[in-house]
């Protein structure tokens, strides 16, 4: 359970929206990922400079999943193949997108408290 300090309120208790960078080398399907859902998890307050990396992972995994959904297929072969590499993606998207709340089951688990500006940990963090 967070410790309130004097003088809180719920107002003071919304988390800050932080604002990370997108990397470089997202391009594609992963870049646009990104600058489609980094607003709206900033907005939630849910990132932190920290999780910068873990986000990477979700762009690229979700531009694995859009790359290989937008590719032509020739044969039965390839389609079964696609397929189980499509499955593959998603399970690995999924799997990270719960960990930032991106379906509402998931964001029933987030508890999001804000961190005191004085805390020493969140100046280790930041």
Known sequence: MPVRRRGWSPENDRPKPIRLDK???LTGYAAEHWERIEPLLSEM?????????ALTA????????????AAPATDS????????????????????AARFGLTPKDREKLTLTRIADDDPVAE???
């Open 58 to 69: 979700l762009c690229q995994w979700w531009g694995e999943f859009r790359t290989l959904q």
């Open 45 to 53: 307050g849910v990132l932190q400079p920290i999780d910068s990396e």
């Open 77 to 96: 072969n390839e389609v079964y193949k696609r397929s189980i590499a499509l499955a593959a993606c998603f399970k690995h998207w999924s799997s990270m």
């Open 124 to 126: 280790f963090l930041r």
């Open 23 to 25: 990397p470089n080398h």
